[in-house]
């Protein structure tokens, strides 16, 4: 397979989990990479096309190693300020996308007072992570439409990169305080940076007119003396919930392009959108193709597309399916946990599900088929042709294929906390304690071409 032609699967590992190589039982052959920095829960490695490893530390490093563990790059952002709490984001031609966010008071001379301003940046690095770089500022809500003494998204998802044909732009999910709550969004860049479009996907009322925010240093302060505490918009400590929800693309048949999900945990809605972008599109941007509601559960983790086109969300109890309007519905699978980490897609188009009570739960066409008992874990599994991958407390767990067994289990200390990843060549990368594992790929058995004795 070419460069080229794995560039353009990467949509499809990202999206469900999945990727179309042979691995080894992640064992004790590994290769340890420590002293890279913190990492925020959930900011796990991004692998590219070439299998390039690609991090950021919650202070703003942004790493690249070589498939082997060998540093290849780094930048520093520290300067920016800013939090970097979400993996990073790989363009087709090898463009790094990153998303920081940061609080600061600001001083209203006019009114005489201070405020509370959030700001977010996507950055982007070139391939080899060369210049330009592009720091995009995220839009603020008008005035007065923000919440009095908060403006500027406070929550981000992941940057996630779209991709039709050779076009490209990078969405991200955000979250803005407005007057009477707060607003959910999707944000488009284009590759230059340049912004295509910010579109309210939901309104959310807190039932206070004076707004709802919380302040980032108020959460920093409550997440370090209540790790158990539970705000409105999840659990962001322990289990570990994502900000917000990643958004994910529908693949879609040509000359289609794919759709945009998303996720409103406010709501308990999926919501899906057309997006077009480029000198064709007769309206840049998004445009709403369908929106399901689930009155009677909390929707928790990202999207995850199925081969069979509907949509997989964990729930608090469980998992539910939607997708497109004309879709036939499928009915909603409970009573098998809480599940904070999104759904994988495994061999043979099983569904892999962890909930937050240490259990493996996979499902074939709607059932529970088989439960396995795991560690704590609130990230999602990998999978490839031969083995599950899934990163708990205790260690790294390997399943064979279908996740009915467990072979192997690989064991470390704080885990579970960053996704484990999967590289082109069959390589598997996990994360604990902020150090970073390499598994070796598979062996591969040399071709011998007999020769023929010359006479």
Aim: proline content about 9%; aromatic content about 10%; overall charge negative.
């Amino acid at each position: 397979m070419t460069h080229a032609e794995r560039a353009l699967k990467l949509p499809d590992v990202s999206e469900s989990g999945f990727v179309d190589v042979a691995t080894r039982t992640a064992g004790s052959d590994s290769l340890g990479v420590p002293g890279l920095g913190k990492f925020a829960p959930g900011a796990g490695p991004t692998i590219d096309s070439d299998g390039t490893v690609l991090l950021v530390t919650e202070q703003g490093k942004v790493i690249a190693l070589h498939a082997d563990g060998t540093p290849y790059w780094n930048r520093d952002l520290s300067a920016t300020k800013e939090r970097f709490l979400t993996s990073p984001a790989v363009g087709a031609d090898q463009s790094v996308y990153v998303v920081g966010r940061r609080s600061a008071l600001v001083r209203d001379h006019v009114h005489n007072r201070e405020y509370w301003t959030n700001f977010a940046v996507l950055h982007k690095f070139t391939k080899g992570g060369g210049d330009p770089q592009i720091s995009a500022p995220f839009p603020e809500i008008p005035r007065p439409a923000a919440a009095p003494g908060e403006y500027g998204p406070w929550l981000l998802s992941a940057p996630a990169v779209w991709r039709s044909g050779t076009t490209e732009a990078v969405i991200v999910a955000t979250v803005y305080p407005n007057i009477g709550g707060d607003e959910v969004h999707v944000v488009a860049f284009d590759a230059n940076g340049q912004l295509i479009e910010d579109h309210k996907v939901s309104d959310v009322s807190s039932g206070d007119v004076t707004g709802s925010s919380i302040k980032d240093e108020w959460w920093d302060l409550m997440r370090t003396l209540f790790p158990w505490f539970e705000f409105q918009h999840g659990l962001l400590a322990e289990p570990f919930m994502a900000e917000v929800p990643e958004v994910t693309f529908l693949p879609r048949r040509a000359p289609f392009r794919p759709l945009v999900a998303v996720v409103d945990r406010f709501n308990s809605q999926l919501v899906g959108y057309a997006f077009c972008t480029g000198p064709y599109c007769d309206k840049p941007g998004f445009t709403e193709v369908f929106r399901n509601s689930f009155t009677d559960t909390r929707l928790q983790s990202s999207p995850t597309p199925l081969p069979d086109s509907h949509v997989a969300v964990g729930t608090k109890h469980g998992v539910v399916f939607g997708g497109v309007n004309n879709l036939p519905s499928l009915p909603p699978v409970a009573n098998i946990g809480s599940i904070y980490a999104r759904p994988t897609v495994a061999k043979g188009g099983r569904l892999i599900l962890v909930t937050t009570d240490g259990f493996v739960v996979t499902l074939e066409n709607g059932q529970a088929v088989q439960r396995l008992r795991i560690g704590w874990t609130v990230v999602r599994p990998a999978a490839s042709r031969t083995h599950v991958f899934v990163a708990a407390d205790d260690g790294l767990y390997t399943l064979d294929a279908l996740a009915e067994t467990q072979l192997l289990k690989f064991p470390w200390f704080e885990g579970g906390l960053q996704p484990p990843a999967i590289g082109p060549d069959g390589r598997v990368y996990a994360m604990a304690a902020n150090d970073l594992f390499i598994f070796p790929p598979p062996f591969h058995v040399p071709i011998r071409i007999p020769t023929v004795p010359v006479s």
